[in-house]
């Protein structure tokens, strides 16, 4: 039997807060750019399915995320689609959307669900594995990648073992079981069980009829939301009333626990979900101390570490297995044991009002982006970086006027009816009242200092008029 | 017998990297605001000696630190006068250049050679303290006062009892130890040794004898440096060429080791010399969880710790017994224990050229700070903060233009033979090597947010043309 085309799903909604402070709510972990080469796991899991095999990925993620995913796509080459989740509903609810895409660009078609925010290293060994997988969801098996276990985890759901299917490694799946305690993974480790990596191949129409069996209302407010969803620039935004009926249940749960017709193949290749610190740790290159150091980082008699910096020089001295994390507005400082609790210190701040719990410094937008680089009573200070082409919306404040200087490229600055270009080292100044919209009109990036002086200089004192980015 | 006058010589020059990244030679600790109501210990050493008993004091430090130690004296109400080292050499020339100053102002004087980096708390025990020795130094004794050890410190330097003197708690001193083995000192501790503060106070006339006898080069070097020494505004230049001839030797090995006149008082005050992190959590109020919070601190899991941030938030998950500092633009994590291991960190990181090793972030000057808030290729961003009646060189650069936006106060801004008044919310540019001058006319302090827009935006492209602060 030739291999089904396979149409990735690739899940990138979530918003994993245990790689605090680089993952925060505005920009998560599926987007930082932690692997070699600047590259995200969201671009590394869209790489790795340049095969003939795999048709064109719908990436499933949050309108929150539209612009940074559809710029990653394009930095790193894959063309395919963008559908926008209004609200986070858990894996069942994006996989039943990728599902009813999926079957209406092929009714035959083979779904790929996968989670953007995994490393996997050996490309070839996962494609490979996929397509073995693939013909066994063709002829109507709902398959899970399992992962062979190393160690007995506590931190993985497990998959247990039923009889062997057609393809070497492969197995029919008789039971998920949830993160179990160690004596338990012990046993299930001399038993055969495999870890749940959480990516599953499926026919599409095998998904559909699973769903409309095991959990029929996130099936309807799924083909509901595709059916009246609405086209927004490059996005297909799913309907917000049909989105909200779907219940918030992962797809173990909805439908794997409940299947007849689940499989598991032992995958080939190496694989870490980046749980939280200790596993950046793990998959990096170390130095003979077993630290792995990024950015500005020195240390003394330090050892089994992790140190990164964005920018400020970060210094460990007498401690063994630490990680130390600086970005320029928070730092973390954890024991390498402790790092899966950074969740629940980002819950306390999150509780507390912090902003750093859940916002970046840098803020992206679909222009380029902009950063606080000072502040006071009355006044705050932004770097701004336009793109090519990038456009500002039209625009006005209440409360402060504005100083740009142009330290690199050329602005077109439009103020009121009257529209100046600002070359470097030039300035223009913006009134309060006056209705201004900034642009980028030439071919490299505009890098300019915004000086703000008023009574209120909060992002929210933002008049839009208009923005070609369709954003309110 | 009446007590004498005592002249405090306060020892300011030094320049402590063990509380780096606090503490930076271009600010070492004895100025960093590290006591409650932001007061440094070289402001507590001058509040310390508010008593008729004291004259008022000379200070002697580093030409670097001049405006610094000038300010703060201003800033805590002590008038007094600043003795100006050319360069380091160590106590004995500092105490030297002291002794002959103050027998210049009343041959009969006692002078008090006192630490400005060390905390006392009890003040009226120390002033008490100074007046009994005073007593005995009035006579002829060279007085140290000593520490009642709590613990066999390997970290101190010893004082051996000898016989008893008329003031209670007073002793002959028979021989100095240097820094002894665990064994020896819990020996110490059993036979009445005391710990070496590096306080002291004599008799003019007798310090200046003694180092005739047993240093007599660096006496010579003394007396001709504040010979030749001139006036600089309020600041008192001793000679370079004189004060290189002193050798540099600490007042220990040059006269305590060698006179038949030392003796020890047996301090009544609580004494730290803060000599790292550890010393701090030592000193400082504490949690619950015997920790030390100061800043934007938030931690879970962590217990007899010290964590202090200036701005960035910071935060700790499960650790017990760690120092975490964070400013701007250095973070130090460090176990408690190796705290003094910093001073080797930051050795390490002057070899391999680091600027944040020595310099700061907020650099201090006459007439008020500045400080880099964003830096690029071809620009530099600063805030500029200008104190009232506080005014720039008259200076120009080569190879940047400047953009300045007045975000507080009032600028009087002189571009070549213009000037001009710069209110909140203007702007002034000044041209590639145009001259200007910038000074705060108004009442309150001048914020300014300084764009410099150019191919080369180092420190060093300044020409001095006029300085009311008379430097270089």
């Known amino acids: 039997m030739p291999s089904p085309k396979i149409i990735p799903l690739v899940m990138a909604g979530g918003a994993g807060t245990r790689l605090w402070p680089l993952s925060r709510d505005t920009m998560p972990k599926q987007f930082i750019p932690l692997l070699a080469g600047g590259l995200s796991t969201f671009q590394a899991t869209l790489q790795r399915l340049a095969d003939p095999a795999f048709d064109a990925p719908i990436v499933i993620t949050n309108t929150d995320f539209r612009f940074i995913a559809a710029e990653q796509m394009l930095a790193c080459g894959v063309e ?17 959307v990728g599902a009813v895409l999926a079957s209406r660009r092929d009714p035959e078609a ?33 398959m899970t990648l399992g992962i062979p276990p190393t160690h007995p985890s506590t931190a993985y759901g497990y998959l247990a073992p039923g ?73 297909l935004r799913l309907d917000p009333e049909s989105f909200a009926r779907a219940s918030k249940i992962s797809i173990d749960y909805a439908v794997m626990e409940r299947t007849d017709s689940a499989g598991m193949l032992a995958a080939s290749f190496d694989w870490s979900d980046i749980g939280a610190w200790d596993s950046i740790h793990e998959i990096k290159p170390k130095d003979g101390d077993d630290n ?42 954890a024991s390498m044991a402790a790092s899966g609790k950074v969740k629940n210190l980002v819950e306390q701040m999150k509780a507390s009002g912090r902003p750093e719990a859940s916002e970046h410094l840098r803020i992206y937008r679909p222009w380029g982006w902009y950063q606080r680089i000072d502040i ?27 100083h740009w200087v142009v330290v690199s490229g050329t602005a077109e600055v439009t103020v009121d009816d009257r529209t100046v ?27 300019l200092i915004e000086v703000q002086v008023g009574s209120y200089t909060g992002e929210d004192d933002i008049v839009r008029i208009e923005d070609i980015y369709a954003r309110n």
């Not at 083979?110 to 050996?122: E, F, P, R, Y």
């Not at 050892?303 to 020089?313: G, W, Y």
Request: hydrophobic share 45%.
């Open 376 to 402: 006071g009573t009355r006044f705050q200070v932004k770097h701004i970086h336009v793109k090519e082409a990038g456009q500002l919306s039209l625009q006005k404040h209440f409360h402060r006027a504005e």
């Open 292 to 333: 792995v150091l990024e950015g500005p980082a020195v240390v003394i008699d330090t050892h089994r570490s992790l140190v990164r910096s964005d920018e400020m020089l970060t210094t460990v001295v007498g401690l063994d297995d630490v990680v130390v994390v600086a970005t320029r507005d928070a730092v973390l400082v």
């Open 110 to 142: 083979v779904g790929l669900a996968l989670a953007s925010d995994h490393l996997i290293t050996d490309a070839a060994a996962f494609r490979s594995d996929c397509k073995r997988a693939a013909r066994l969801a063709a002829a109507g098996l709902v």
């Open 163 to 235: 009889a062997e299917l057609a393809e070497p490694g492969a197995r029919r799946l008789t039971r998920f079981v949830e993160k179990p305690k160690l004596e338990l993974a012990t046993q299930y480790l001399a038993e055969g069980y495999l870890w749940n990596s959480g990516n599953f191949l499926f026919a599409a129409k095998t998904m559909l009829s699973e769903l409309a069996r095991h959990a029929p209302e996130v099936l309807e407010a799924a083909e509901a939301a595709v059916e009246k969803a609405r086209r927004d620039l490059d996005f």
């Open 80 to 96: 395919g689609e963008i559908v926008l989740e209004p609200e986070r509903r858990d894996s069942a609810a994006a996989i039943a």
């Open 421 to 447: 270009f600002v070359h470097e080292n030039e300035s223009v100044y913006l009134p309060i009242g006056c209705t201004h919209r900034l642009k980028n009109p030439g071919k490299i990036p505009l890098e």
